[in-house]
């Protein structure tokens, strides 16, 4: 009777709190839950295709789809199957960023490595997507300055003479105004064509590998534009494929296939079909060469795969010492 009466009372504090842990691992666990069975339901059964959204529309787009396509090619038995599809209304970058982040959506795109817009909620691809082609900057500008840019011969003249137009929402926009540049930005892209023609500004800035595509649409329309053959500039911009975590598994089948498009040679196939002409246009003309810094970026390009396009002249400014990489083989 004594053993019984002295035997402590039942803690129920510590009940309570085992009890409140117990709620919290439940509620904690749920919303992942409740994503895995959303992602599980995308799927669906294995004979079914999977779509892959993706809301860039631009003349390397048609690039970035043969890439992709290619890529899948070495996992053919794989399931799902998957497509790529383009979104079926315009949007913004900021606005599809926006989308992908929330993770509801298999939404790829294409976007920079810039210490300012690491996304933690998005993956991204082991290969830098266009082999940094896109730092290379070709000048569309107004004839009449077609002389006055043939003299300039270092940056600080440039930034004097010359006020640039850009997309605001574009990553490389704060590049350019930290290499002391004064930028005029606006949402669309095809704004600026017409704004240049208005003297809103003096030139434009396109990566190499959309400048003489681009040529095409705008040519007839603003008669009185050109692109600069006597200049270009050049900052280190890679590129690179990104997608929700939630789809990770499919970013990890596109670098499996491009690793091997690599290495068998099939990748460079396709990168100078596209783009042999713009290849062909720095053999040509050989402008000079103007180097940005970049401050923001994140990871460094990767020398070898500019080689694939640089010719033998930029090499050394470009690459310096990396330039000799241009001559080993490499696997991605």
């Known amino acids: ?49 999977f779509t892959i959204w993706y809301f860039q529309r631009q003349v390397k787009s048609k690039f970035r789809s043969e890439l992709i396509s290619l890529a899948l090619s070495y996992t053919q038995s794989s399931q799902p199957r998957l ?3 383009p979104w079926p209304m315009p ?6 960023v926006s989308i992908m982040r929330q993770g509801k959506t298999p939404m790829l795109a294409t976007l920079s490595a810039h210490s300012l817009f690491d996304i933690p909620e998005l993956s991204r691809s082991k290969y830098p997507y266009l082999a940094g082609m896109l730092g290379l900057r070709l000048l569309v500008v107004r004839k009449q300055e077609l002389a006055e840019l043939a003299t300039i011969e270092e940056l600080a003249s440039l930034r004097r003479g010359f006020k640039l137009g850009f997309g605001r929402h574009w990553r490389d926009y704060s590049i350019l105004e930290h290499n002391g ?15 240049l023609a208005a003297r809103r500004f003096d030139a434009i800035p396109r990566g190499l590998s959309e400048a ?11 008669p ?27 970013l990890e089948r596109i670098d499996y296939g491009l690793g091997k498009a690599f290495s068998d040679g099939s990748l460079e196939a396709l990168y100078r079909r596209h783009f042999g002409a713009e290849i062909q246009w720095l053999d040509q003309h050989r402008p000079k060469l ?3 810094a970049n401050p923001y970026l994140s990871q460094p390009p990767r020398a070898d795969l500019l080689c694939w396009w640089l010719p033998v002249y ?19």
Not at 17 to 46: D, E, H, R, Y
Not at 181 to 195: A, D
Not at 212 to 222: D, T
Not at 318 to 328: N, R, T, Y
Request: net charge positive; charged share 15%.
């Open 224 to 250: 009185e534009l050109a692109l600069a053959d006597s200049l270009v500039l050049y900052y280190p911009y890679p590129i690179y494929i990104h997608i929700h975590r939630n789809y990770q598994w499919a």
């Open 83 to 85: 497509v790529l599809k």
């Open 91 to 96: 949007l913004t970058q900021q606005r599809a």
């Open 181 to 195: 540049f004064r930028v005029s930005g606006t949402p669309q892209l095809e704004n600026l064509f017409p704004m």
């Open 212 to 222: 003489l595509k681009e040529q095409r649409g705008w040519g007839g329309r603003y």
């Open 1 to 49: 009777m004594k053993r019984l009466l002295s035997n402590p009372a039942p803690n129920r504090a510590g009940w309570h709190i085992g009890l409140l842990g117990l709620v919290l691992s439940w509620a904690l666990a749920a919303p992942q839950a409740k994503a895995q069975t959303a992602i599980a339901s995308q799927l669906g059964t294995s004979s079914e295709p």
């Open 290 to 292: 103007l180097l940005l």
């Open 314 to 332: 930029l090499r050394s400014q470009i690459l310096g010492a990396e330039a000799g990489q241009c001559d080993k083989k490499t696997d991605l």
